[in-house]
């Protein structure tokens, strides 16, 4: 498994983070967030729906269950947080969207049995105000590149930032 951590240490980081990701998103990607509420994984999803040029309100889908964006490669958004079991997700019926969208699915730990090629992005809150720890996971080769790819493009973000907006990456 290839994988790497961030620590972002504001919104505005984590915006950056996930622009970042979204320069590597293509159809068919399958990205699950986990995390505390409040971790994070919202703020995350907008940030990667406006550097794909979404214009749409980004908002949890926790009632909704889902929702898709408008943007160069369109967006389905899905919180997993009510659901029972991987069965209520295959009853949304997404499943036939899967090809042709980015998929970014919070509390996706819950069903993260239904993608066996992922990336998985768990987001943990860190003493800091604001703070959040983010690792990025994945076993499938279409990730193996990419991931490094990723790391090398959040480092080039904010190489020449102040030292206290730098993302640490460990």
Known sequence: ?????????SPAQTALIG????????????????GDLAAGKTTFVKAVAEA???????????????????ARSRILHVDSYRLADVEEYRDLGLAEYQDEVISLI???EKIAGEFPCHLAISFVATDETDGRSLTFASSCDRWT????DLHAAI????????????????
């Open 1 to 9: 498994m290839e994988q790497f951590s961030v620590r972002s240490g």
């Open 145 to 148: 590149g990419a991931l490094g």
């Open 19 to 34: 622009a970042a990701l979204a320069d590597a998103l293509r159809p068919g990607d399958i990205v699950l967030l986990s």
């Open 106 to 108: 919070e509390w996706g």
């Open 155 to 170: 480092s080039k973000d904010t190489n020449g930032a102040h030292a206290r907006d730098r993302i640490v990456i460990d």
């Open 52 to 70: 794909l040029g979404s214009t749409d309100p980004v908002t949890s889908p926790t009632f909704a269950l889902a929702q898709f964006y408008s």
